[in-house]
């Protein structure tokens, strides 16, 4: 079992992703795409560029994340809801009851 653990152990090593190699926009452009076994060193990573900028930096870099989080800014990101809201869509209605 111990032999096992340790050749999964390698063979995940390497393909890992090695994010110190990518320059940051790399790093920004693969956000949302990690694979969920590298979102530890690909968060470790950011952290570790993100302490090394100037205030100044790190709220522009902040700023520029958190518009790339949310979508486009003019509107035609938006998500519209199947059904008139009006309780007629057919769904279940919550009670608030047992």
């Known amino acids: 079992m111990r032999k096992i653990s340790l050749i999964i152990l390698s063979v995940a090593a ?3 992703v090695d994010y110190s190699a990518m320059s940051t ?3 920004k452009a ?3 795409t990690v694979a969920e076994a590298d979102r530890s060193a690909y968060k470790s990573e950011m ?3 993100m302490q090394a ?3 100044e930096e790190r709220k522009t870099a ?3 994340m958190r518009q790339s ?3 486009s800014q003019d509107g ?3 998500q519209t809801r199947q059904g008139g809201g009006n309780g007629t869509g057919g769904g279940k209605q919550y009670r608030g009851g047992r």
């Open 14 to 16: 390497v393909f890992a």
């Open 25 to 27: 926009d790399e790093l």
């Open 30 to 32: 693969s956000r949302g």
């Open 47 to 49: 952290q570790s560029r």
């Open 53 to 55: 900028l100037s205030p």
């Open 62 to 64: 902040s700023e520029s």
């Open 69 to 71: 989080r949310s979508g």
């Open 76 to 78: 035609t990101g938006t």
